[in-house]
């Protein structure tokens, strides 16, 4: 597993009189194998820093880096094995392919992978074996996450990205979908960044860094961690 540094990260949306900066010299290390929370409120540049991390946006300046590789530095074929090999990601939308089964959906990911998990202990781990062969509309919100989750981890990513994964759950399923992303961090120690707005959500990260407005306000270790499990709001 690799460390991930961010030095100097500027990005700014439109132009002229409309030109927004959204992100203003972001620079931190996220330690490998660890839980990240980017916690703040919405519009403060969590998500988009979250996107240029996984190469999907590209930065103004600053630069990227996952071990020895440099995001910034890649061409387009280059960024396209760099998400495949390092990156897995979750979204609040589930994007799942309806017509594929849940099985099917999580065999998708194990496809991207030069070294894939095996899909049926997979299965087993997210509480989905008997819903395998159900398609995405026969599913509660929950395991469609849970199904979206597989999909990402199946790869054997070294970096988790999660864009507000609770988003659209309720208090219950949210819950038990960070314990999921827990256990996972657990027993792949995988780099987990998670974005969120939710304050408790923080409790249960090793590293938690606040936004506001474009720019890091807090970046501590969290001296209080504590369960997923046992996370209240």
């Not at 103004?60 to 998400?83: A, F, W």
């Not at 070294?115 to 599913?139: R, T, V, Y």
């Not at 996450?145 to 949210?174: F, H, M």
Request: proline share 3%; aromatic share 4%; net charge negative.
């Amino acid at each position: 597993m690799m460390e991930l540094v961010l030095n100097d990260i500027h990005k700014s949306f439109g132009s002229g009189e409309n030109r927004t900066e959204v992100l203003k010299g972001i620079t931190c290390t996220v330690e490998s194998g660890s839980i990240c929370v980017l916690l703040g409120p919405s519009g403060s540049g969590k998500s988009t820093l979250l996107n240029i991390i996984g190469g999907i946006e590209s930065a103004d300046s600053g630069s990227v880096s996952i071990g020895d590789e440099t995001v910034e530095k890649m061409n387009e074929k280059q960024l396209s094995l760099y998400r495949r090999k390092h990156l897995g990601y979750v979204f609040q939308s589930y994007n799942l392919i309806p017509n594929l089964t849940v099985k099917e959906n999580i065999e998708v990911g194990a496809y991207l992978s030069e070294k894939p998990l095996s899909i049926d202990d997979m299965l087993h781990a997210l509480g989905l074996w008997e819903h395998k062969d159900k398609i995405p509309n026969q599913l509660s919100g929950g395991q469609q996450q849970r199904t979206s989750i597989g999909r990402a981890i199946v790869k054997n990513p070294d970096i988790l990205l999660c864009d507000e994964p609770t988003g659209a759950l309720d208090y219950n399923t949210s819950k038990e979908i960070l314990k999921l992303i827990e256990d996972i961090n657990r027993q792949y120690q995988n780099t987990v960044i998670l974005v969120t707005h939710n304050d408790a959500i923080r409790l249960m990260a090793d590293r938690v860094i606040k936004f506001r407005d474009g720019q890091i306000r807090k970046n501590e270790r969290n001296s209080k961690k504590i369960p997923a499990a046992e996370l209240d709001w």
